[in-house]
């Protein structure tokens, strides 16, 4: 045997690296179907090529103007891993960026995911998997690719990440938030279903610090276990909100996420506006009450930490605000009246709250 023969037959192979190409390529095949579900006018192609199809034409656009969003789903993921229940936490992947497509006023389209781990588990893949797809079943949107990266040695076995990517479209001249936002107008809450998909670093050091495991009982809900309750998925808005936008009534949308109320609401204000928020208005899920008790945390903290029951928030002219919350609540959502747009001053903070959470 030559020394080239015997190098060649002590080789290495991707498979002994720790990555498996035949299982990629398997669950790009056992996936095919809940992706095909997914299908709306514009994607009609199969998953498998290079890139995701799209005809703008077929959707029924004229003067399209394209809006993009990408978001991750964070620290819930740790939850997800732990427990074993991997069934909805793609469900909160494509809420997080087609609830802020929909707030520009566009109609999300389509959705690409990216998911990474350490070793290819095609069980737990599939979960999130059909998970993305039930999201963009949800939304209307079409799944139309993703990428599935095997890299051992960079995320531990049973470790993943995901990321999202949404592209939607709206008509030009119709992309929120208006310019008409003016003082007097009135705030509406969509409620949030939980905690959504921000903050859980601190909820899960609040778990930590209640010596709960993830299997018992949650204090808030003891019909489920803790690691359940906690993983229920964000609400997608986006059909609702696409009835609603059909009026015409609808000013500006903001997306309550990461920094809540005090730092989501502004980015749709005018210079010169802030907004007055009656904070016993909002009938906040039992889980924001079990944390703020159970971490100490202060109402301020919780407000800027979490949604505090309030998953969207619709900007209307007074005169429309119950033609616009009767259109919501047909689609099935919770609505309330939370406060209005007000003047503000450069030095003052741009919300400001009365009232109490009643934690």
């Not at 080239?4 to 037959?9: D, I, K, L, V, Y």
């Not at 006023?105 to 599939?126: N, W």
């Not at 808030?220 to 906690?230: D, I, N, Q, S, V």
């Not at 407000?303 to 029951?309: E, Q, S």
């Amino acid at each position: 045997m030559t020394g080239r023969e015997t190098s060649m037959a002590n080789g290495l192979t991707y498979a002994d690296a720790g990555v498996d190409i035949e299982a990629g390529n398997a669950l790009v095949d056992r996936i095919k179907g809940v992706v095909r579900a997914t299908r709306r006018p514009g994607a009609d192609a199969e998953i498998g090529g290079f890139g995701g199809l799209f005809d703008l034409k077929a959707a029924g656009f004229k003067d399209p103007v394209l809006v993009a969003a990408n978001d991750g789903v964070g620290t819930k993921l740790k939850i997800a891993i732990e427990t074993g229940l991997h069934d909805t936490i793609g469900i909160d992947l494509v809420a997080m960026s087609v609830n802020d497509v929909v707030v520009q006023g566009a109609e999300p389209l389509f959705f690409l995911d990216y998911f990474a781990c350490g070793k290819l588990s095609g069980d737990v893949a599939y979960e999130v998997v059909a998970g993305i797809a039930e999201g963009c079943r949800q939304a209307g949107c079409a799944l139309i690719g993703g990428e599935t990266a095997e890299m051992p040695g960079m995320y531990a076995d049973g470790d993943y990440d995901l990321a999202g990517f949404a592209v939607g479209a709206a008509e030009r001249g119709t992309l929120l938030p208006r310019r008409d936002v003016k003082a007097g107008d009135v705030l509406l809450e969509l409620a949030s279903s939980g905690v959504h998909s921000n903050g859980y670093s601190l909820v899960r050091r609040i778990v930590a610090r209640s010596g709960l495991s993830y299997d018992a009982p949650a204090p808030f809900a003891p019909e489920t276990t803790l690691g359940r309750a906690l993983l229920e998925p964000t609400r997608v808005y986006v059909r609702p909100l696409l009835a609603a936008l059909k009026s015409g009534a609808i000013k500006a949308l903001a997306h309550i996420t990461g920094g809540g109320l005090p730092d989501n609401l502004p980015r749709v204000l005018p210079d010169g506006l802030g907004a007055d928020i009656d904070l016993s208005a909002i009938a906040a899920p039992k889980v924001f009450g079990w944390l703020a008790e159970a971490g100490g945390v202060a109402e301020a903290e919780m407000l800027r930490a979490f949604n505090c029951g309030v998953g969207m928030v619709v900007v209307v002219a007074a005169e429309d605000a119950e033609k616009v919350a009767a259109v919501l609540t047909e689609q099935g959502e919770t609505v309330a009246r939370i406060g209005e747009i007000v003047a503000r001053g450069t030095a003052d903070e741009p919300v400001a709250f009365s009232g109490s959470l009643g934690f």
